[in-house]
């Protein structure tokens, strides 16, 4: 059974940086692409950020260019958020999610999905 499983999340103010984790287990990852997505309060979930786990190719939505970088480790089977220069449209809630081929935007193509992980930027 697949399990992503995320943490770091907190409360940074303006300008701070958060690193968030999602480890996965319960199956070989090296086809998959792995993707964060957030939701804000009253909003639609949105993708932020996407790596294919057997090339390293990464995607970003323009909003977060620049100060948000997804990487992944082999050997831990974890992907990672850094997320720098943090701004309090930032503040949602963070979801790793997993699926087999390319990073895509739309949210139904993913098969798992983490629990979340609550990310809060004060002004």
């Known amino acids: 059974q697949v399990q992503l499983v995320e943490s770091g999340g907190g409360l940074v103010p303006a300008g701070g940086s958060l690193r968030l984790s999602c480890a996965a287990s319960g199956r070989t990852f090296s086809s998959y692409a792995m993707a964060w997505f957030r939701q804000a309060p009253g909003e639609d979930r949105e993708f932020v950020a996407g790596i294919s786990w057997s090339d390293g190719n990464t995607y970003y939505t323009d909003s977060v260019k620049g100060r948000f970088t997804i990487s992944r480790d082999n050997a831990k089977n974890t992907v990672y958020l850094q997320m720098d220069s943090l701004k309090p449209e930032d503040t949602a809630v963070y979801y790793c999610?997993?699926?087999?081929?390319?990073?895509?935007?739309?949210?139904?193509?993913?098969?798992?999905w983490g629990q979340g992980t609550q990310v809060t930027v004060s002004s």
């Open positions: 999610a997993a699926k087999e081929g390319i990073p895509r935007v739309l949210q139904g193509t993913y098969n798992y």
